[in-house]
């Protein structure tokens, strides 16, 4: 089964995440720029394939259900297995 999307709504719970990738602001974190630049290289990618895309800051008291997964996960890694 094969199916297209057209258009993605990316909602992330760090804003100054999503400023970064909108433009607004420069990622200046030696550590977080090679993170950043593979950020933007596959939003290009979506856009190189006819998917536009928005990117939605969601205060995290508006997104309990993400971060509660986000902390389980977080909560159940294993540095061992990676």
């Given at each position: 089964?094969?199916?297209?999307?057209?258009?993605?709504?990316?909602?992330?719970?760090?804003?100054?995440?999503?400023?970064?990738?909108?433009?607004?602001?420069?990622?200046?974190?030696?550590?977080?720029?090679?993170?950043?630049?593979?950020?933007?290289?596959?939003?290009?990618?979506?856009s190189?394939?006819?998917?536009?895309?928005?990117?939605?800051?969601?205060?995290?008291?508006?997104?309990?259900d993400?971060?509660?997964?986000?902390?389980?996960?977080?909560?159940?890694?294993?540095?061992?297995?990676?």
């Amino acid at each position: 089964m094969r199916f297209s999307l057209n258009f993605v709504v990316f909602r992330v719970d760090s804003m100054l995440l999503a400023m970064q990738v909108t433009g607004c602001w420069a990622c200046r974190s030696f550590n977080l720029v090679p993170a950043y630049n593979q950020c933007l290289a596959a939003l290009r990618a979506l856009s190189a394939r006819g998917v536009e895309y928005h990117v939605e800051h969601v205060y995290r008291e508006y997104n309990s259900d993400a971060d509660g997964v986000a902390n389980e996960v977080l909560n159940s890694y294993d540095a061992m297995l990676h």
